[in-house]
């Protein structure tokens, strides 16, 4: 442990044992890319949650998906100095700035609260820090969905595609029908999260091989010359004006039946419920043709900066113990469009896209087919990740003569990065 997790381990300590959190905390300041209208929403239930137990919010919002903005942000505030309270973080940077000694102690809370035994193992990976408890998470997310329009749907035969020929044949179908088939936004962490779905279509085994375990043999292989090829073919059902559009720009095209579906992480789901559409009725979810039963997923977490202050460490553990709060868990992951960061939160509360969620998580988990997502953070550090994300890119964008070429770049590009 490092001088700076000793001291925020020996303040969360004396904050647990000699006085009460909120009575003591002082207002946390808090970066996060929560920045879309449904993001705001699942936002201000965390706000509403912290104000009613006494806890100001001071908002550093720094829009973009995946967090790379918001991560650019943050090295400026650490290095002048001045670091926010909490800060939204994904999978390998919560390691990274552990690794640092950046990040405080949530020890004490996550002992007092029981964490060990209902924060699914595979986020107490990213949540624990040499065997401390460095992060809260907040949720689980994943990135193997598709959102479908019903009516654009309906109108192409209403067949949800259970394989990749089925999802080709929708796509035409909708094409014809005169809708842009596929919504997307040119973006590289929105490239790499359908890529997460493209590359597991293909099987969890080699998923894993390629962007977790980052065998060259995989990378650079004939199953990873498919899947930019898949890739290369879905490029082909986006619209025109796709070049660095927001994803919830693209969701909306959805919505407003511009578009077919969307290949994004359930967050989308929480633009459909924020414009007041209904699951089954207005839209429909299924996991990528061909991913069913497996979950690449990804957890919103808190980190907790090392900071000075009494009181900014009591709030710190005050909203790390709110977060955890198995009653907001629920309010705000319904809204959201995640799951439940633990195992004992009923579904009552969920639309049949969270419960179908909830249901899918548990069963990749028992059946070894959950996987961290690569575009989110959780497959790989963030060096790698944004080797894959270039090269994932260029192949979208057609700079490549075919998915062998693309898969030879990447075999090379993540060797470089490492
Ligand atoms: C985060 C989600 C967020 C999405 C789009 C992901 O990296 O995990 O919480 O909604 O980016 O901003």
New binding site residues.
């Given amino acids: 442990m490092t001088k700076t997790m000793m001291k925020g381990f020996a303040s969360a300590l004396a904050l647990t044992v000699g006085m009460s959190a909120a009575a003591q905390a002082a207002d946390v300041e808090v970066l996060h890319?929560?920045?879309?209208g449904?993001?705001a929403a699942?936002l201000n239930v965390l706000k509403e949650d912290l104000a009613s137990k006494g806890i100001g919010w001071v908002d550093m919002p720094v829009?973009?998906?995946?967090?790379e903005a918001a991560m650019t942000a943050l090295r400026a505030r650490v290095t002048a100095g001045d670091p926010p309270t909490a800060v939204?973080m994904?999978g390998f940077d919560i390691q990274d700035w552990a690794a640092e000694g950046a990040l405080g102690n949530l020890d004490a809370t996550a002992a007092a609260e029981g964490w060990d035994a209902v924060v699914p193992t595979a986020l107490q990976a990213f949540s624990k820090y040499d065997g401390h408890w460095i992060a809260a998470p907040v949720?689980v997310?994943s990135t193997n969905w598709v959102w479908i329009s019903k009516a654009a749907l309906d109108a192409a035969g209403g067949k949800a595609p259970e394989t990749w020929e089925e999802l080709v044949a929708l796509l035409d179908a909708m094409k014809a029908n005169g809708i842009t088939p596929l919504a997307h936004g040119g973006q590289p962490?929105q490239d790499a999260t359908v890529f997460d779905g493209v590359v597991l279509s293909l099987g969890t085994d080699f998923y894993k091989a390629a962007l977790i375990d980052l065998d060259p043999a995989a990378l650079g292989g004939e199953q990873m010359a498919e899947a930019f090829n898949r890739l290369i073919k879905l490029r082909s059902y986006v619209d025109d004006n796709f070049s660095g559009r927001d994803?919830?720009l693209a969701s909306a095209m959805v919505i407003n039946g511009e578009a077919g579906m969307q290949m994004m992480?359930d967050?989308a789901k929480?633009e459909f419920l924020k414009a007041g559409k209904v699951p089954g009725t207005d839209f429909v979810c299924i996991r990528f043709p061909g991913t069913q039963g497996a979950v690449t997923f990804?957890?919103?977490q808190f980190a907790m900066f090392g900071i000075e202050g009494e009181d900014k460490v009591a709030a710190q553990a005050a909203m790390a113990s709110a977060i955890l709060n198995p009653t907001f868990q629920s309010a705000f992951n319904v809204v959201?469009?995640?799951v439940p960061a633990r195992t004992d939160v009923p579904n009552d509360a969920f639309d049949d896209c969270g419960k179908k969620g909830m249901a899918d998580l548990a069963e990749a988990n028992t059946n070894g087919k959950l996987f961290g997502s690569m575009?989110?953070?959780h497959a790989a550090p963030a060096a790698v990740k944004n080797a894959l994300y270039d090269v994932v890119t260029a192949a979208f964008n057609g700079e490549y003569a075919d998915g062998a070429a693309a898969a030879t770049a990447l075999a090379e590009a993540v060797a470089a990065a490492q």
């Fill in positions: 890319w929560w920045t879309s449904g993001e699942a829009a973009g998906g995946g967090g939204q994904l949720n997310h962490w994803w919830n992480g967050w929480g990804n957890s919103d959201k469009g995640s575009a989110h953070g």
